[in-house]
RNA sequence: GCCAGGGUGGUGAAAUCGGUAAACACGCAGGUCUCAAAAACCUGUGAGUCUCAAAGCUCUUGCGGGUUCGAUUCCCGCCCCUGGCACCA
């Protein structure tokens, strides 16, 4: 008997499936060569990898392995299973690796190219190999910076001076998105803030279009969740205050108008005008409250976004010596200055209700402002510290000291009725505000796609005209970022930094910051189908998109016909949306928000037409974290697991398998060794399941004991339903239960076997979790079939199978278990008769003998409960 | 602070439209085989209690209450862990 060698079976069939291209749809035709589900594209897609520099982690092949049998089991279903892999190498990540280990980014990447994807052909994953992509391939980078120019040319691309996040360690600007808590998302370093022109994309104009459509998505809450929060939609009011002996006036925006009788000061943000005007002004002369401001905002300014956070309890302020005008009772209040109040939310100002907010209280208790209650509550011993100053608070209750709104609901009608009023007096508005902000997409990197722009003296800004695409990151020896917020690309040779205006010829100068690595991301699953097609599929469109809706095109002259996409429009038509998207949930805003934004753009642009969906991912998974004994996978913890090794030891087949066991797909779990090497015997014992079983079943083909060819189908039916669910552990638990259930011996001592055909059933249900077992299996059991048994048919069970078998029921007295009985379908489904049964039970006897039945609860197939006093 | 997810044996975990808690596995203990060991296989394995033994009984899903014939599952109030958001006005 042959011992299971995982090595040298992985190495036969990994080159059988690249000779037979088992794994590579035909995307033009889809043609289908078996199954009835005709045809049917499926992409199913796994989140981009970045390529890192430890090469392929164990937590990216657990991601990729759980998105890889779910293909391979919608292959099997009959699905044209589109697969497709590449890297995500461009960006500060892999630049930054590069760097550090004295390497040029380019040549990085071809070293980390390498050594990934001979990773990715290890684990055994049904990837379609002619369409792989990288980021940093001209062929790719050409189009995301033609994405960027039809961005321009649609008015979504502008140029902004602004504050904006500058990491000191990466030296260069991040998106919101891109600063956690404070800290640079990819270094952890705290960031500064910095005023500088850079490019936007204006994704706050699709706030409202992100928003509306996530009820249509079939997503994880948490995530949905996290981009609702994350586009942060809020209704408030604008109310206006005016300043006393001014014209001017200070606009707060809130949420909470109905406590607008208890403003008792106004606080503005550092960066307020008006505190530049008062400053600014000559009318004034220099007082010492004047440079005490000016001291106090020179400093608050120079605060890191982190400092600023880290004061949160101890609030500092200064008094601006200007007055403002409560629009509702005519208070005349005071205006202050403090940091705690941040120049880009709301509008930058806020207004003081020290009894009802808890910043206000501290603030007010601080520098000895004026208290008043105006909502009172029904608890008393909040009530009354609330009215004598002693504390805030910010519950629901009843509007005082407010007027004619006097005993309304606060949150009720009060708040309602106060906010018609203010409006219609005109001293406030509706305004609705968004957390989202518009998406900064500048770099002062080297790593990345040119910013296909065009600088020219008499002209402005100009983008590269497409056919002129893609503008070459110049190999430059001296990349690295010096701190001084310049883009590397300045050092860039005269010959590529100087060129034509395309407007008017003359000379000009090109853009030198790079796009950020998320624009590359966020469109890479619409190249992937399209790619490695003869130029006759890359078509030009001409007439397709002549009806197109395209926002400025005659604004800048450029014909429709012109037209080039990065895709053909058949082949996306067939295969987009993506069917099911899998990935970690630390895509959640970032990606996800991008990836969607962008769609939307080419589906108003009219380049995506002739697709119905609204969105890009209509089906998102996201998978656990993988953790190593009880803790995060960190290089720091020293608990990284390298799947090298393991795959070398037991095979990709054993890792493959144990890690959709240790856990549920969606939760992920603790990876231990020794689970590993578990999963490894119980891989050995199917593989001498099956020796024995080609041996026995040449012999004869009908020998089989007919209890396990019931457990069989009950298994069939467990594996299809559980796997369908993304729920692997369960899934191969009960294909564990059938290796117990087969080598257990019959009672009279003999050896159970299966038909072929069964046996063939069997080790399909496994070929999701282990391709290369189940391959070997398959063409042990059939010799002569030249096909692989990941194109063939997923096996169904025969409900009539299962319909004889016995029903267990357990017997409660009092609700309380006191046996067990094993009964025949159509008993399980009678009172009567399973009352008779019990009454009969010796098991049961000994506590009804003595005493009454009361009531008997009896639920079919489920439970019976008699109650008996 | 807010939002989401979670807390179950020695360990990873199953089971939640309320119905036998601990499937499956790891580990451990004992055994078979062996000169011995490994491998493989068999048996046992939530805790307590009673018993020579068998059978049984009691308790047990973070803590405290509640609803119910019956609660890991539903409701109320807490505690802890993980992730996301946050001086958001």
């Given at each position: 008997?042959?011992?299971?060698?995982?090595?040298?079976?992985?190495?036969?069939?990994?080159?059988?499936?690249?000779e037979?291209?088992?794994?590579?749809?035909?995307?033009?035709?889809g043609?289908?060569?078996?199954?009835?589900?005709?045809?049917?594209?499926y992409?199913?897609?796994?989140?981009f990898?970045y390529?890192?520099a430890?090469?392929?982690?164990?937590?990216?092949?657990?991601?990729?392995?759980?998105?890889?049998?779910?293909?391979?089991?919608?292959?099997?279903?009959?699905?044209d299973v589109f697969?497709?892999?590449g890297?995500?190498?461009?960006?500060i990540?892999?630049?930054?690796?590069?760097?550090?280990?004295?390497?040029?980014?380019?040549?990085?990447?071809?070293?980390?190219?390498?050594h990934?994807?001979?990773?990715?052909?290890m684990?055994g994953?049904?990837?379609?190999?002619d369409?792989?992509?990288?980021?940093?391939?001209?062929?790719y980078?050409?189009?995301?910076?033609?994405?960027?120019?039809?961005?321009?040319?649609?008015?979504?691309?502008?140029?902004k001076?602004?504050m904006?996040?500058w990491?000191?360690?990466?030296?260069?600007?991040?998106?919101?998105?891109?600063?956690?808590?404070?800290?640079c998302?990819?270094?952890?370093?705290?960031?500064?803030?910095?005023?500088?022109?850079?490019?936007?994309?204006?994704?706050?104009?699709?706030?409202?279009q992100?928003?509306?459509?996530?009820p249509?998505?079939?997503?994880?809450?948490?995530?949905?969740?996290?981009?609702?929060?994350?586009?942060?939609?809020?209704?408030?009011?604008?109310i206006?205050?005016?300043i006393?002996?001014?014209?001017?006036?200070?606009v707060?925006?809130?949420?909470?108008?109905?406590?607008?009788?208890?403003?008792?000061?106004?606080?503005?943000?550092?960066?307020?005008?008006?505190?530049?005007?008062?400053?600014?002004?000559?009318s004034?002369?220099q007082?010492?409250k004047?440079?005490?401001?000016?001291?106090?905002?020179?400093?608050?300014?120079?605060?890191?976004?982190?400092?600023?956070?880290?004061?949160?309890?101890?609030?500092?302020?200064?008094?601006?010596?200007?007055?403002?005008?409560?629009?509702?009772?005519?208070?005349?209040?005071?205006?202050?200055?403090?940091?705690?109040?941040l120049?880009?939310?709301?509008?930058?100002a806020?207004?003081?209700?020290?009894?009802?907010?808890?910043?206000?209280f501290?603030?007010a208790?601080?520098?000895?402002?004026?208290?008043?209650?105006?909502?009172?509550?029904?608890?008393?011993?909040?009530?009354?510290?609330?009215?004598?100053?002693?504390?805030?608070?910010?519950?629901?209750?009843?509007?005082?000291?407010?007027?004619?709104?006097?005993?309304l609901?606060?949150?009720?009608?009060?708040?309602?009725?106060?906010?018609?009023?203010?409006?219609?007096?005109?001293?406030?508005?509706w305004?609705?505000?968004?957390?989202?902000?518009?998406?900064?997409?500048?770099?002062?990197?080297?790593?990345?796609?040119?910013?296909?722009?065009i600088?020219?003296e008499?002209?402005?800004?100009?983008?590269?005209?497409?056919?002129q695409?893609?503008?070459?990151?110049?190999?430059?020896?001296?990349?690295?970022?010096?701190?001084d917020?310049?883009?590397?690309?300045?050092?860039?040779p005269?010959?590529?930094?100087?060129?034509?205006?395309?407007?008017?010829?003359?000379?000009?100068?090109?853009?030198t910051?790079?796009?950020?690595?998320?624009?590359?991301?966020?469109w890479?699953?619409?190249?992937?189908?399209?790619?490695?097609l003869?130029s006759?599929?890359?078509?030009?469109?001409?007439?397709?998109?002549?009806?197109?809706?395209l926002?400025?095109?005659?604004?800048?002259?450029?014909?429709?016909?012109d037209?080039?996409?990065?895709?053909?429009?058949?082949?996306?038509?067939?295969?987009?949306?993506?069917?099911?998207?899998?990935?970690?949930?630390?895509?959640?805003?970032?990606?996800?928000?991008?990836?969607?934004?962008?769609?939307?753009?080419?589906?108003?642009?009219?380049?995506l037409?002739s697709?119905?969906?609204d969105?890009?991912?209509?089906?998102?998974?996201?998978?656990?974290l993988?953790?190593?004994?009880?803790a995060?996978?960190?290089k720091?913890?020293?608990?990284?697991?390298?799947?090298?090794?393991?795959?070398?030891?037991?095979?990709?087949d054993?890792?493959?398998?144990?890690?959709?066991?240790?856990?549920?797909?969606?939760q992920?779990?603790?990876?231990?060794?020794?689970?590993?090497?578990?999963?490894?015997?119980?891989?050995?014992?199917v593989?001498?399941?099956?020796?024995?079983?080609?041996?026995?079943s040449?012999k004869?083909?009908?020998?089989?004991?007919n209890?396990?060819?019931v457990?069989?189908?009950?298994?069939?039916?467990?594996?299809?339903?559980?796997?369908?669910?993304?729920?692997?552990?369960?899934?191969?638990?009960?294909?564990?239960?059938?290796?117990?259930?087969?080598?257990?011996?019959?009672?009279?001592?003999?050896?159970?076997?299966?038909?072929?055909?069964?046996?063939?059933?069997?080790?399909?249900?496994?070929?999701?979790?282990?391709?290369?077992?189940?391959?070997?299996?398959?063409?042990?059991?059939?010799?002569?079939?030249?096909?692989?048994?990941?194109?063939?048919?997923?096996?169904?069970?025969?409900?009539?199978m299962?319909?004889?078998?016995?029903?267990?029921?357990?017997v409660?007295?009092?609700?309380?278990?006191r046996?067990?009985?094993?009964?025949?379908?159509?008993?399980?489904?009678?009172?009567?008769?399973?009352?008779?049964?019990?009454?009969e039970?010796?098991?049961t006897l000994?506590?009804?003998?003595?005493?009454?039945?009361?009531?008997?609860?009896?639920?079919?197939?489920?439970?019976?409960?008699?109650?008996?006093?």
């Open positions: 008997m042959d011992i299971y060698n995982p090595k040298t079976i992985e190495s036969h069939w990994r080159k059988f499936w690249l037979k291209r088992i794994y590579q749809p035909d995307l033009t035709k043609k289908k060569p078996f199954g009835k589900t005709q045809g049917k594209p992409y199913n897609l796994m989140m990898p390529p890192s430890e090469g392929l982690h164990v937590g990216n092949m657990y991601a990729f392995t759980g998105a890889d049998v779910h293909g391979r089991f919608k292959r099997m279903q009959g699905f697969q497709p892999i890297l995500d190498g461009f960006g990540h892999s630049e930054n690796y590069a760097i550090k280990v004295g390497r040029h980014p380019k040549e990085h990447a071809k070293i980390s190219e390498k990934f994807y001979e990773q990715l052909h684990i994953n049904g990837f379609a190999w369409q792989k992509l990288e980021t940093y391939d001209p062929d980078y050409r189009w995301t910076q033609w994405l960027f120019v039809q961005m321009y040319k649609h008015g979504l691309a502008y140029r001076k602004a904006v996040n990491c000191p360690s990466c030296k260069t600007v991040l998106s919101d998105e891109q600063v956690e808590g404070g800290v998302e990819r270094c952890k370093t705290p960031t500064t803030r910095k005023e500088t022109e850079q490019w936007f994309f204006k994704i706050t104009a699709y706030a409202d992100l928003l509306n459509n996530i249509k998505l079939n997503w994880p809450k948490k995530i949905t969740i996290a981009q609702q929060n994350w586009i942060g939609k809020t209704k408030g009011l604008n206006s205050f005016k006393e002996g001014s014209d001017a006036k200070i707060v925006w809130t949420k909470f108008w109905e406590t607008v009788f208890g403003v008792t000061f106004l606080v503005v943000a550092p960066e307020h005008q008006i505190v530049a005007s008062l400053l600014s002004s000559k004034k002369t007082s010492p004047l440079e005490e401001i000016r001291n106090y905002v020179g400093k608050a300014l120079k605060k890191t976004e982190q400092k600023r956070k880290a004061g949160e309890k101890d609030k500092t302020g200064v008094f601006t010596g200007i007055y403002a005008i409560n629009p509702v009772n005519g208070q005349k209040i005071p205006v202050w200055i403090s940091d705690y109040v120049t880009d939310v709301g509008t930058g806020v207004m003081g209700v020290p009894s009802h907010d808890l910043r206000d501290d603030f208790k601080k520098y000895d402002l004026e208290i008043k209650q105006v909502v009172a509550y029904s608890d008393q011993d909040i009530d009354v510290k609330v009215k004598n100053g002693q504390m805030a608070y910010e519950g629901e209750g009843v509007l005082v000291n407010s007027g004619e709104f006097k005993g609901s606060a949150w009720g009608v009060g708040k309602q009725k106060m906010a018609d009023w203010m409006i219609k007096k005109k001293s406030a508005k305004k609705t505000t968004y957390h989202l902000r518009d998406w900064l997409i500048s770099r002062q990197r080297y790593w990345g796609p040119p910013i296909p722009m600088f020219c008499k002209c402005g800004w100009q983008p590269v005209p497409e056919d695409l893609p503008v070459l990151l110049p190999d430059i020896k001296d990349f690295q970022p010096k701190g917020g310049k883009s590397p690309l300045q050092r860039a005269k010959e590529w930094l100087e060129t034509v205006c395309p407007k008017c010829g003359g000379k000009a100068k090109r853009e910051d790079v796009s950020d690595t998320f624009l590359d991301s966020a890479y699953f619409l190249k992937y189908p399209s790619i490695g003869n006759k599929l890359e078509t030009r469109n001409s007439k397709q998109f002549s009806k197109s809706k926002v400025n095109s005659k604004h800048f002259g450029f014909r429709n016909s037209l080039e996409l990065p895709w053909n429009p058949e082949i996306t038509r067939r295969w987009l949306p993506v069917n099911a998207y899998i990935g970690g949930a630390e895509h959640a805003v970032l990606h996800l928000l991008y990836a969607r934004f962008v769609w939307m753009c080419f589906k108003d642009w009219g380049y037409s697709i119905e969906s969105e890009p991912f209509p089906f998102l998974f996201s998978h656990g993988i953790i190593k004994d009880g995060k996978m960190s720091s913890r020293g608990n990284v697991v390298n799947p090298d090794e393991y795959i070398s030891r037991y095979g990709a054993a890792l493959r398998m144990y890690l959709m066991f240790l856990g549920s797909y969606d992920g779990g603790d990876f231990r060794n020794t689970g590993m090497a578990g999963m490894y015997r119980f891989l050995e014992r593989w001498r399941m099956f020796q024995k079983q080609v041996q026995s040449k004869n083909t009908e020998q089989y004991n209890r396990l060819n457990i069989l189908h009950k298994t069939i039916k467990k594996v299809t339903e559980d796997v369908a669910k993304f729920k692997y552990n369960t899934a191969i638990a009960a294909l564990m239960e059938f290796m117990n259930a087969y080598e257990e011996k019959t009672p009279d001592g003999k050896e159970k076997t299966l038909s072929t055909d069964d046996a063939g059933k069997l080790i399909k249900l496994m070929a999701p979790f282990t391709p290369y077992l189940a391959e070997e299996i398959w063409h042990n059991l059939y010799p002569d079939s030249l096909e692989s048994i990941h194109t063939s048919l997923w096996p169904e069970y025969d409900p009539k299962l319909e004889g078998e016995q029903v267990e029921i357990p409660q007295i009092n609700g309380k278990t046996a067990v009985i094993s009964v025949n379908p159509p008993v399980a489904k009678s009172q009567p008769e399973m009352v008779k049964i019990v009454m039970d010796q098991r000994q506590y009804l003998r003595t005493k009454k039945i009361v009531k008997i609860i009896f639920v079919a197939n489920k439970i019976i409960n008699l109650i008996v006093s």
